[in-house]
């Protein structure tokens, strides 16, 4: 699976459209202070799934919308697609070529997209988990990521080492059979009541 392109429409400082293609080997993004580099990783953490403003440097989710300027007015809307290459098939969909974007309206009102398609959040959570793009892998290393890693508790560093290992995946798929299973346990002891009251 590699990194194809970036698109970024009204996201943050990116008011005009602007494609992002990633091409063979590294690529590095300069500029001078505040031009907006650290809001092209954002935009790639946003479109995969992050759930907290904070974690974006804002207050709400909409604050990710193209605030203005002296010259130039707000936006209403903010879109990002990521586009990758799964010639591979490293993530588990039957496409050549996968592209998921979001969108988010000054509502709050959001919506994702896989390959055109409108699917949920946890669809794109769901696939990006243990690709090593998941929320906490370590692909995405933003400013002052290396010292917390180092000061976090050993179980918070355990659930980092979970997910580069690809376990974590399995702990929430078992976490949820187990809740399933003890419903289920409650339903037959409620039938079992209901049994014993009949006879
Ligand atoms: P540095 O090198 O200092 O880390 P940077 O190149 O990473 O800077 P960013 O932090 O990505 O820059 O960009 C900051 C810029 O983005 C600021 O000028 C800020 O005003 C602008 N910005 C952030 N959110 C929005 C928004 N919602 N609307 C318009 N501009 C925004």
Same mark, same amino acid.
């Given at each position: 699976?590699?990194?194809?392109?970036?698109?970024?429409?009204?996201?943050?400082?990116?008011?005009?459209?602007?494609?992002i293609?990633?091409?063979?080997?590294?690529?590095?993004?300069?500029?001078?202070?505040?031009?907006?580099k650290?809001n *092209?990783i954002?935009?790639? /953490?946003?479109?995969?799934?992050?759930q %907290?403003?904070k974690? #974006?440097? +804002?207050?709400?989710?909409?604050?990710?919308?193209?605030?203005?300027?002296?010259?130039?007015?707000?936006?209403n809307?903010?879109?990002?697609?990521i586009?990758?290459?799964?010639?591979?098939?490293?993530l588990?969909?039957?496409e050549?070529? *996968?592209a998921?974007?979001r /969108?988010?309206?000054?509502?709050?009102? %959001?919506?994702?997209? #896989?390959? +055109?398609?409108?699917?949920r959040?946890?669809?794109?959570?769901?696939?990006?988990?243990d690709?090593?793009?998941?929320?906490?892998?370590?692909?995405?290393?933003s400013q002052?990521?290396?010292?917390?890693?180092?000061n976090?508790k050993?179980?918070?560093?355990?659930?980092?080492?979970?997910e580069?290992?690809?376990?974590?995946?399995?702990?929430?798929?078992?976490?949820?059979?187990?809740?399933?299973?003890?419903?289920?346990?409650?339903?037959?002891?409620?039938?079992?009541?209901?049994?014993?009251?009949?006879?």
């Amino acid at each position: 699976m590699k990194l194809k392109s970036l698109v970024i429409n009204g996201f943050k400082s990116f008011a005009d459209k602007t494609q992002i293609d990633f091409q063979d080997g590294m690529t590095a993004i300069v500029g001078p202070n505040g031009s907006g580099k650290s809001n *092209v990783i954002e935009a790639i /953490r946003w479109v995969l799934g992050e759930q %907290s403003a904070k974690n #974006l440097r +804002g207050e709400k989710m909409p604050d990710v919308i193209f605030a203005g300027t002296d010259t130039r007015a707000p936006l209403n809307r903010a879109e990002v697609e990521i586009i990758f290459d799964n010639r591979d098939h490293y993530l588990p969909l039957d496409e050549d070529e *996968v592209a998921i974007s979001r /969108r988010i309206y000054r509502n709050s009102d %959001s919506e994702f997209l #896989l390959n +055109g398609k409108q699917v949920r959040l946890k669809d794109i959570t769901g696939l990006m988990l243990d690709t090593g793009l998941g929320r906490e892998s370590f692909s995405i290393i933003s400013q002052g990521r290396v010292e917390s890693i180092f000061n976090s508790k050993p179980e918070e560093r355990r659930v980092i080492i979970e997910e580069v290992a690809g376990v974590l995946k399995y702990k929430k798929e078992k976490q949820k059979a187990q809740q399933e299973l003890a419903e289920t346990t409650d339903h037959l002891d409620r039938v079992a009541d209901i049994v014993d009251e009949l006879q």
